[in-house]
């Protein structure tokens, strides 16, 4: 369930932002998320750290894929099982890495400074006017009164993130802040009022996550190919979404639920996508013979059900008016947790087969061609392995981000990739 709150904020204190009848009457906005990603169960740990410590402050960077003239912000609660009291909330410009911010300015909900998330809700915070484009960097602070010990976030923001006690969120700079790994009770960033139009999301797993990154360095296969949107002109009116889930799956829960759980509100729900690209299966592949071998007919029963969940998500996103891009799944042989065998190679190449040939997708990006070993077509080539042999390092993610066809996004994009 989201909650949405209408209202216009424009100024720098909360005194000033009380929503007016002029901004109630405010035509109809285009909301299009710049920046997202896909809300889990936090880690525990984590949770309880924070939850232990008591009111506390949590201020995080995100980096956005679009700008506009106006920002709103959507929070979550949707993993929690107790409602989410959130004692205040601020935006403004910052850097990524530092807890100092500029141009802090409050967030209000319905012109309340405060507000309550129900569990398993989302809220959005009323407009506030703030011109942004691409590539800017913005902070959400948050003070949370009493946090949840099951608290949901997003573990894989390859951003730092800053813990402080008490209430500092409309501080310029943080005093004696911890770090802590995560993005919390944040879902999206939308802009509204510029030249953003639509957005595209892309939902993965630890790949698309961006495992193995620099932390707050934005080298993401998502954030180069973001970039590469931006500059050019045919495709500028489009942002990136990032919804990938590390150790993530097609068909069953695991490090966060399924993708065939999570695809409606991690892409459907968000207003005005455009285009999902879905880059899984690794993981079901790896974990299906991780422990024991998988004889030829479990193998064939994955192939089958992969392949039929491709066929509901097209049918998801074409009554959506949503094009599907389908990617190829990248090599995993040579990884030490999977031990990944001959016979998980056949299955990864009949599943690829599949993607290149399927009439299920819009479109075809091929990422195995991208970054494969062209002398050990099983494995990721040396220059772009990260080490383990299953994710890229950020020269392989560079060259997957570089690897989209930006022909097939836009207003001038052609179905050359269509397959009916």
Same mark, same amino acid.
């Given at each position: ?115 309550? $998330?129900?569990a398993g809700a989302e809220i959005y915070s009323d407009p506030v006017l703030l011109a942004t484009q691409a590539g800017d960097d913005l902070a959400i602070s948050l003070f949370l009164p009493k946090p949840a010990t099951r ?24 005093a004696a802040p911890e770090k802590i790994g995560g993005w919390w009770d944040l879902a999206d960033v939308e802009v509204a009022g510029g030249g953003t139009a639509g957005a595209i999301v892309a939902i993965g797993d630890s ?25 050019? &002109? ?57 422990d024991a071998p998988a004889n030829a007919a479990t193998q064939r029963a994955l192939i089958a059900e992969i392949t039929a969940s491709h066929h509901e998500l097209a049918a998801r996103t074409r009554s959506h008016g949503i ?27 009949? $599943? ?29 080539? &040396? ?38």
């Amino acid at each position: 369930m989201t909650i949405v709150l209408a209202g216009l904020a424009t100024g720098g204190s909360s005194q000033s932002l009380h929503p007016r009848p002029a901004a109630r009457a405010m035509p109809s906005l285009r909301w299009v998320p710049a920046w997202g990603s896909a809300q889990m169960l936090a880690t525990a740990a984590d949770a309880e750290r924070i939850a232990a410590i008591g009111p506390v402050t949590i201020r995080q960077i995100v980096h956005l894929s679009a700008g506009g003239t106006m920002v709103r912000v959507r929070l979550s609660n949707v993993m929690g099982d107790t409602p989410l009291r959130i004692g205040a909330a601020w935006l403004a410009r910052g850097v990524p890495g530092q807890p100092q911010v500029t141009g802090n300015r409050a967030l209000t909900f319905n012109g309340a400074t405060a507000t309550t $998330i129900p569990a398993g809700a989302e809220i959005y915070s009323d407009p506030v006017l703030l011109a942004t484009q691409a590539g800017d960097d913005l902070a959400i602070s948050l003070f949370l009164p009493k946090p949840a010990t099951r608290h949901t976030g997003h573990p894989g923001a390859r951003a730092t993130t800053f813990l402080v006690r008490g209430d500092q969120s409309a501080a310029a700079t943080l005093a004696a802040p911890e770090k802590i790994g995560g993005w919390w009770d944040l879902a999206d960033v939308e802009v509204a009022g510029g030249g953003t139009a639509g957005a595209i999301v892309a939902i993965g797993d630890s790949i698309t996550d961006g495992r193995g990154v620099r932390d707050d360095g934005n080298a993401r296969w998502t954030d180069v190919f973001a970039r590469r949107l931006a500059a050019n &002109p045919g495709t500028a009116g489009l942002s990136v979404v990032n919804a990938g889930i590390g150790g993530n799956r097609i068909l069953l829960d695991g490090n966060g639920p399924s993708l065939m759980a999570r695809f409606d509100r991690d892409v459907i729900a968000r207003p005005n996508v455009r285009y999902a690209i879905v880059l899984e299966g690794v993981n079901d592949l790896g974990v299906l013979t991780r422990d024991a071998p998988a004889n030829a007919a479990t193998q064939r029963a994955l192939i089958a059900e992969i392949t039929a969940s491709h066929h509901e998500l097209a049918a998801r996103t074409r009554s959506h008016g949503i094009r599907l891009i389908g990617a190829t799944i990248t090599p995993l042989v040579g990884n030490d947790y999977y031990h990944a065998s001959a016979q998980t190679e056949a299955t990864r190449q009949a $599943i690829n087969a599949m993607i290149r040939r399927s009439a299920v997708f819009d479109a075809v990006i091929d990422f195995d061609a991208a970054i494969r070993d062209p002398a050990h077509p099983d494995r990721l080539l &040396p220059a772009y392995d990260s080490g383990d042999h299953l994710h890229p390092n950020e020269a392989g993610y560079r060259t997957m981000g570089e690897a989209v066809p930006l022909r097939l996004f836009g207003a001038s994009a052609v179905r050359a990739h269509r397959r009916r």
